[in-house]
Nanobody, 114 residues
Framework: QVQLVESGGGLVQAGGSLRLSCAAS????????IGWYRQAPGNQRDLVAT???????KYADSVKGRFTISRDSAKNTVYLQMNSLKPEDTAVYYC????????WGQGTQVTVSS
């Protein structure tokens, strides 16, 4: 059974940084892609950043230049380094892994105060 467990969320002031972690129950390279989506209250769940099994990355335009996705294959963990955070980045961040079917973590709250 695939499990994705997020950690690292919290409260930070605008301009600050956070690093989210997603620990997978298996090798992250076994996913077609793995990464992060986010959902703010009243909004749909949107792409933040993903990394494919080949190492290609994709970012939402709103986070390009501020967020960086990476992985540690030895730890089966994917990271999202978030810098220059803005209040509009406030959301629940979900780890997602795709194997033809999308597996989701439980989510971690990120709150950016102005």
């Amino acid at each position: 059974q695939v499990q994705l467990v997020e950690s690292g969320g919290g409260l930070v002031q605008a301009g600050g940084s956070l690093r989210l972690s997603c620990a997978a129950s298996g090798n992250t390279f076994s996913f077609n892609f793995i990464g992060w989506y986010r959902q703010a209250p009243g909004n749909q769940r949107d792409l933040v950043a993903t990394i494919s099994s080949a190492g290609s990355t994709k970012y939402a335009d709103s986070v390009k230049g501020r967020f960086t996705i990476s992985r540690d294959s030895a730890k089966n963990t994917v990271y999202l380094q978030m810098n220059s955070l803005k209040p509009e980045d406030t959301a629940v961040y979900y780890c997602v892994g795709d194997k033809g079917f999308r597996y989701w973590g439980q989510g971690t709250q990120v709150t950016v105060s102005s």
